[in-house]
């Protein structure tokens, strides 16, 4: 049987190509706007240093660097290489200056202690095996007074949308990854890591077991997503 790690690197090495396309679909959009009211918050400055963990193919790595601009540089990192080419082709025609993308663990980061301004994950966390190493290591390598970030799936507390999102989930979203992407068991697997993710509350917690400070929540879409951002002790 596949450890987590192993099913999640196949789910993604598989589904690469159609990622950008099928997020659309699936969130309807509204995963873009989540990102930019977050952005917003965060007030990313000219000449930052950013961090963007699982960042799959790239798309909160270039919006970062369009905030640091060319004083700045911004990382993004994934341990699939499959989507890491997807956002190299993206960087050789946008010409984005300062990103780089690296293959690596998230839970290992290949950086030393107080590296960046912040340090971002979106909808990758759930897909870890150990989400308060992970923030361990986001926390360790963002600098004292940097943030780190994240913007993931939640669960609705909203009664009928509660049940609503999860029959959406369950039964729709893997039949969209068949017709759409044809990868329904990719797609199931989304569903199931969805599902199993923390509450708000509870990554809230983690957030301050990581050491973090000062922690911020915003729920999008009735609960279905959330912004999650703690600050790093000076």
């Given at each position: 049987m596949l450890s987590k790690e192993e099913r999640v690197h196949s789910v993604f090495e598989k589904i690469s190509d159609q990622y950008d396309y099928m997020n659309d679909l699936i969130s309807f959009k509204q995963h873009s706007k989540w990102r930019k009211d977050t952005?917003?918050?965060?007030?990313?400055?000219?000449?930052n240093h950013c961090l963007d963990v699982c960042c799959g193919t790239g798309e909160w790595t270039f919006a970062l660097a369009e905030e640091v601009g060319t004083e700045g540089r911004v990382v993004g990192l994934d341990f699939s290489?499959?989507?890491?080419?997807?956002?190299?082709?993206?960087?050789?025609?946008?010409?984005s200056h300062g990103v780089?993308?690296?293959?690596?663990?998230?839970?290992?980061?290949p950086f030393e202690d107080n590296s960046f301004d912040f340090v971002t994950i979106g909808f990758g966390l759930r897909n870890v095996p150990d989400y308060l190493q992970t923030l361990k290591e986001m926390a360790r390598v963002v600098k004292p007074g940097g943030r780190v970030v994240c913007l993931e799936t939640s669960h609705p507390t909203v009664p009928v949308f509660k049940q609503l999102f999860k029959f959406y989930f369950t039964y729709i979203m893997p039949v969209f990854?068949?017709?759409f992407a044809k990868s329904y068991q990719e797609y199931a697997w989304l569903q199931e890591s969805t599902e199993a993710f923390l509450?708000?509350?509870?990554?809230k917690e983690l957030f301050k077991q990581a050491g973090l400070s000062n922690v911020e929540v915003k729920s999008y879409a009735l609960g279905a997503?959330?912004?999650h951002t703690g600050k790093k002790q000076q």
């Amino acid at each position: 049987m596949l450890s987590k790690e192993e099913r999640v690197h196949s789910v993604f090495e598989k589904i690469s190509d159609q990622y950008d396309y099928m997020n659309d679909l699936i969130s309807f959009k509204q995963h873009s706007k989540w990102r930019k009211d977050t952005m917003k918050r965060m007030k990313v400055q000219p000449g930052n240093h950013c961090l963007d963990v699982c960042c799959g193919t790239g798309e909160w790595t270039f919006a970062l660097a369009e905030e640091v601009g060319t004083e700045g540089r911004v990382v993004g990192l994934d341990f699939s290489q499959n989507m890491l080419n997807v956002g190299i082709e993206k960087l050789k025609k946008r010409q984005s200056h300062g990103v780089s993308f690296i293959h690596g663990n998230a839970m290992e980061l290949p950086f030393e202690d107080n590296s960046f301004d912040f340090v971002t994950i979106g909808f990758g966390l759930r897909n870890v095996p150990d989400y308060l190493q992970t923030l361990k290591e986001m926390a360790r390598v963002v600098k004292p007074g940097g943030r780190v970030v994240c913007l993931e799936t939640s669960h609705p507390t909203v009664p009928v949308f509660k049940q609503l999102f999860k029959f959406y989930f369950t039964y729709i979203m893997p039949v969209f990854g068949k017709l759409f992407a044809k990868s329904y068991q990719e797609y199931a697997w989304l569903q199931e890591s969805t599902e199993a993710f923390l509450t708000k509350e509870e990554l809230k917690e983690l957030f301050k077991q990581a050491g973090l400070s000062n922690v911020e929540v915003k729920s999008y879409a009735l609960g279905a997503a959330a912004m999650h951002t703690g600050k790093k002790q000076q």
